[in-house]
């Protein structure tokens, strides 16, 4: 959580902190502040990828996996530690089982051909994607990324995310769409959670429906598989971030959201890539 200091700052070092006062995404001296300290860390700012899920329900044909999907030339796994190297975040945490994550090494190895280091959580029969992420308790002790690995997401929405969540005082801060705006589920439909918004504030986090997203109504406003929190997240009980620890998290007033304009692609089969155009890398 947040705690209030008092710092002296030359005049000149001021007026340079002041220059990047946007009053949208930083809004005053303290935020920006904060931004240009985060920003100047840049090379600890972390970022976690789950690759969860039984092997078997992740494989869309033999021997590749939602994450390993090639994509043109390159692969969804490849294409987001590219984005999020772009973004600042070099150490990169990827929580996967075993299968799942020898297909991935295969791909990116250790990441330092990216300019990033990657580790490799293994992670089998995990009930749930909050079991999942607590794998990384005492691992992580700063502010994070979370990104699904299935999916195919815009590099400037997540960079606007980042910022978003560090205005607030919140545990985690959800990037969040409506739900005509996701593509992918082809084959195999893709679930997610719909969310009551107030504001930029969670205010209920439904748990996910079994239900896919295409019965959705257009407005309805559901998580975007992407989100940023503090590690106090990783002390929340419950098998399930969306069915557990995201609604408890909102009763507490400390779920928050960025509302996206992009959405994202869910790659759930090879047939959901033809959704993919025009990738700048």
Do not use: C
């Amino acid at each position: 959580m947040k705690e209030k200091i008092t710092i002296t700052l030359n005049s000149k070092v001021l007026k340079k902190v002041d220059s990047i006062v946007d009053r949208i995404y930083i809004r005053n001296r303290s935020q920006a502040v904060e931004y240009l300290i985060e920003k100047s860390f840049g090379k600890e700012k972390i970022a976690v990828i789950l690759a969860t899920g039984p092997a078997k329900s992740l494989e869309i044909s033999k021997g590749m996996y939602r994450s390993t999907a090639k994509v043109g030339s390159t692969t969804v796994i490849e294409i987001a530690i590219k984005n999020l190297r772009s973004l600042g975040f070099k150490t990169i945490f990827i929580i996967g089982e075993q299968k799942v994550l020898t297909s991935i090494f295969s791909i990116v190895g250790d990441g330092k051909i990216y300019g990033v280091n990657i580790s490799f959580i293994q992670n089998e029969k995990s009930p749930g994607t909050a079991e999942s992420l607590r794998l990384l308790k005492g691992e992580i002790e700063s502010t994070f990324l979370v990104v699904f690995g299935d999916i195919i997401f815009n590099r400037m929405e997540t960079d606007r995310l980042w910022k978003h969540h560090l205005k607030h005082k919140g545990i985690a801060t959800l990037m969040v769409t409506p739900s005509s705006l996701i593509m992918g589920g082809s084959k195999k439909p893709i679930h997610t959670s719909p969310l009551k918004i107030e504001g930029d504030m969670v205010i209920r986090a439904f748990p996910k429906l079994s239900k896919p997203l295409k019965s959705f109504s257009e407005s309805s406003i559901v998580f975007s598989s992407l989100f940023v929190a503090e590690p106090e997240i990783l002390s929340y009980t419950g098998d399930s971030l969306e069915n557990e620890v995201f609604p408890a998290i909102s009763q507490k007033g400390l779920l928050y959201s960025y509302l996206s304009s992009e959405g994202e692609i869910h790659i759930h089969s090879k047939e959901d890539t033809r959704f993919v155009r025009n990738i700048t890398l």
